[in-house]
């Protein structure tokens, strides 16, 4: 329970259901004098409102802490890929590291059969296998940030409201009597809150290297104070030619440099995906795949590398594929598998 | 759940109201509710009150009523003393205290460092006791206030207050030496002045008393600017409405606990020793300050191989109420840092629960509650 309006709902309609319900707020992040962050997510004030929803609906409740785990699995990664040229995609790792794994332990072992979320996706049991599908309300579809979860682990989860649309779920807490009813979703990443998180990364590390910024012909276009501040498809900072936006097409960290070009060079049709895993068994026929979180579906399809390293061909170029985040594959609704996009090419793998 | 069905082994965080205590409180509240200051009849009815609980609980810590202000609890009267006679001082003034006090203490003496002055955090042994060599070189003739409670509330472990109130005379005799005995009044009769403590914290609820209301004892001959400002109560110590109905709370309470301590403790006593043979029986554990003096009610286990967040966790599902030591605002609850003082090692550090036993403990409390627990272990392991 984050203390917003989905996981408040999700207790509340679990409980309604006649199931023995445990709250749960994971603590993952704190200050150095362990205060709670004051914006993002996982602010003392989103526990205080969780608390009061558990309260309401008369469950046990408890704020455990995952603080050391997310430090580990989650900050480190996010300012180590940062120092990297790579785009995280922190909630991933969290999902993949702390809350489907640490936490679906701890669960196990006091005794609950499922541990549920408000995450929207949809878990549909099939032939003794469970599927993992796209919410129907595609707006709030979350199944990109779960692809790591395989058959075995949807076994021991539930996502309630993979049929329900944000509105209706507003409208069952406001039924409800929860106070989150009409709490403003966040966006942000939780422990970077509304600040940069540049000044988050250069805070953890010495990223201050400065370097040049070039273009495509090794022509220097200008300079940069960290290649930490760059992100593929990234506009924002970047020195503009005469009239055409340029953008960051790649980043050297070997040499410290910043590739930047016109939209067109933006574009891949082929690339790497690394630490893939498979819902169930691996499909090859009519694949799409998002390259981020609530990007649109491209219809691709994938060929082996080798063990966990899969080829993308994209059956249209497409902008903005970021190294780092991840590439998840879905057939119509159903989640296939996913991984993660990375810098390499196909010769670097067969090194 | 019915309230009889579950095992509160929290008395340490607080203890339910004592039916004597609860009744005195209501009786106030509905005879005696007007302002103990007031120029009129029902208002010296208050006072009436006030004063007999004042001299009452002077009685009962060897102090004299005029050494004793009602505060709204031990926070309130632990931040007056540690904080107060700091302002307007010059900042070669000192603070020494530990680093295993309550919460009230350590971040009122932060806040005093905020302010600019130096304060000695005194380390402590594997046990929980006070390092005395390492007070004694914390402490001199700039040393304004020094803060050492009677007994620790995550571990029970009793400091040697005597020895070091004598110390801190004998090294500066201006110092004012501070304890906080919140957690001892439970199961402790304590005598101000023979221990040679000047000043104190008390709270109601520990003892069966109301919450909301405490007492700041401050020995004759001392004084303190006021934390509190507004209309003049409390011999113009303290601002805002007494809290009568809490004060004779808490006299009532203190009157049945004083009556009772012996009995009352010798039962405690019997069940968590019951308690801790019985866990020993079965677990790998290690009770916090078995070898030296120690409260009766607390019993601080360290699990081997347990976290005992998802023990506390997993007890209060299966109805026993325990706690690992304070609990913060968020509700998780970090390494606490009396382990951390006591040199506990980070593997363990996160496998301790505090279990504390009340003066409603009942009879086989003990035995109950160890079956509780070995029920429970077995489940999550």
């Given amino acids: 329970m984050s203390g917003g309006v989905d996981s408040s709902v999700v207790a509340g309609l679990l409980k309604s259901q006649g199931h023995d319900v445990i709250g749960v707020t994971m603590k993952l992040w704190e200050g150095p004098n362990g205060e709670m962050p004051e914006t993002g997510c996982c602010t003392s004030a989103d526990s205080e409102d969780a608390r009061k929803v558990a309260a309401k609906l008369d469950i046990p409740y408890y704020v455990l802490d995952y603080t050391a785990s997310f430090s580990e699995n989650v900050i480190d990664n996010f300012v180590d890929m940062y120092s990297q040229g790579l785009t995280p995609n922190p909630c991933v790792e969290c999902n993949r590291s702390v809350k489907f794994d640490h936490f679906i332990e701890q669960a196990i072992k006091l005794n609950c059969e499922k541990v549920a979320t408000g995450h929207y996706a949809k878990i549909i049991k099939n032939n003794g296998a469970f599927e993992l599908h796209k919410a129907d309300y595609l707006d709030k579809d979350q199944s990109y940030v779960l692809h790591m979860l395989d058959s075995k682990k949807l076994e021991k989860i539930e996502f309630p409201l993979g049929t329900i649309s944000k509105p209706e779920v507003r409208q069952i807490a406001a039924t409800l009597g929860l106070k989150t009813a009409f709490k403003k979703d966040s966006q942000d990443i939780c422990f970077v809150g509304k600040k940069d998180y540049r000044n988050f990364v250069s805070k953890r590390i010495d990223v201050s290297s400065k370097g040049v910024i070039v273009d495509k012909y090794e022509n220097e276009v200008g300079t940069h104070g960290g290649i930490h501040a760059y992100t593929i498809g990234q506009r924002k900072g970047v020195p503009g030619g005469q009239g055409e936006a340029k953008y960051v097409t790649k980043i050297d960290v070997e040499n410290n440099k910043i590739y930047i070009g016109s939209r067109d060079e933006l574009t891949t049709k082929k690339f790497l995906l690394e630490e893939v895993s498979f819902v169930n068994n691996i499909e090859y026929d009519n694949l799409s795949i998002q390259t981020r979180y609530n990007s649109d579906d491209v219809p691709c399809d994938i060929e082996k590398i080798e063990e966990s390293i899969y080829q993308i061909e994209l059956k249209s170029p497409t902008l903005g594929v970021a190294p780092g985040q991840f590439g998840v594959i879905y057939q119509g609704t159903k989640l296939v598998g996913g991984g993660r996009i990375t810098s390499k090419v196909l010769e670097e793998v067969y090194e | ?381």
């Fill in chain 2, 1 to 381: 759940m019915n309230k009889n069905d579950y095992m509160y082994l929290d008395h340490a965080a607080t203890t339910p109201m004592r039916e004597v205590a609860f009744e005195a409180y209501k009786k106030t509240e509905m005879d005696a509710y007007a302002n103990s200051s007031g120029g009129h009849a029902l208002s010296r009815k208050a006072k009436n009150i006030l004063e007999e609980s004042r001299e009452f609980i002077a009685s009962c810590f060897g102090a004299a009523p005029n050494e004793i202000t009602f505060t709204s609890g031990g926070t309130e009267a632990d931040n007056w003393i540690i904080k107060t006679p700091f302002i307007d001082q010059e900042k070669i003034a000192e603070l020494t205290t530990t680093q295993i006090e309550h919460e009230a203490v350590l971040a009122s003496a932060e806040n005093v460092h905020k302010n600019g002055y130096k304060v000695n955090f005194v380390s402590c042994d594997h046990d929980g006791v006070t390092n005395i060599e390492d007070f004694k070189n914390s402490m001199n003739s700039n040393t304004l206030i020094a803060s050492v409670m009677y007994a620790n509330n995550e571990t029970g472990v009793v400091q040697p207050i005597k020895e070091i109130s004598q110390l801190v005379k004998d090294i500066n005799p201006q110092t004012l030496f501070h304890s906080d005995v919140v957690q001892a009044v439970a199961t402790r009769k304590i005598d101000f002045h023979n221990l040679g403590i000047d000043s104190a914290a008390i709270s109601g609820h520990k003892i069966g008393g109301p919450k909301g209301i405490g007492v700041m004892f401050l020995k004759t001959g001392y004084k303190i600017p006021s934390l509190l400002h507004g209309g003049k109560q409390e011999l113009e110590r303290r601002a805002g409405t007494v809290n009568v109905s809490g004060v004779a709370g808490l006299a009532a309470a203190l009157k049945e606990q004083q009556r009772n301590l012996e009995e009352e403790t010798k039962l405690i006593e019997n069940e968590r020793k019951i308690f801790e043979s019985k866990i020993k029986e079965d677990f790998d554990v290690k009770i916090i300050g078995e070898n030296v003096e120690r409260l009766c009610h607390i019993s601080n286990i360290q699990f081997k191989d347990i976290n005992s967040e998802t023990l506390m966790v997993a007890l209060d599902l299966n109805g026993m109420g325990v706690s690992r030591g304070s609990a913060c605002a968020s509700g998780a609850q970090k390494p606490s840092h009396v382990l951390k003082a006591m040199n506990v090692e980070d593997g363990v550090i996160n496998n301790h629960l505090r279990f504390s036993f009340g003066w409603n403990t009942q009879a086989s409390d003990g035995e109950k509650s160890a079956e509780i627990v070995k029920r429970t272990i077995k489940e999550i392991i």
